[in-house]
């Protein structure tokens, strides 16, 4: 996922073809990019993971179209295209379902007014 978000940000015209198929396959999406991880911050990784989720039929439309376009570009589309498979979708679901459990959680633990005996209660009511 991570690498899909580097793909798209690091070329100007491959972020405006996605940005056109976010307008068209997702509308009612808030986002207009897809975000890189954060390998210290949970709370952004989870973040990033919502928003692969959400816009997914996008990414698929754009990858379909740069999979034509010449150069680098199509090889490595193409390449994305095959990963975002019924495995990937499936793996997709359950991360996402987990950190929907743990997102919570991250955010509390990562609060300023947090001790021992309130994050043990918070991780154990996780559970």
């Not at 690091?10 to 056109?20: I, P």
């Not at 210290?40 to 039929?57: D, I």
Request: hydrophobic share 40%; glycine share 4%; charged share 20%.
């Amino acid at each position: 996922m991570n690498e899909l978000a580097v793909f798209f940000c690091d070329s100007n015209k491959r972020l405006a073809n996605l940005q056109k198929f976010i307008e068209t396959e997702c509308p009612e999406s808030s986002h207009t990019r897809l975000k890189k991880q954060c390998t210290t911050r949970w709370v952004e990784k989870q973040t990033a993971v919502f928003v692969v989720k959400e816009l997914y039929p996008a990414v698929v439309a754009s990858l379909t179209e740069l999979s034509m376009w010449p150069g680098e570009t199509d090889g490595k589309a193409t390449l994305y295209l095959r990963a975002l498979d019924q495995n990937f979708l499936i793996a997709m679901e359950v991360l996402n379902s987990v950190l929907d459990v743990t997102k919570p959680l991250s955010v509390k633990l990562q609060g300023v007014s947090q001790d021992i005996h309130s994050a043990i209660t918070s991780i154990n009511g996780c559970i």
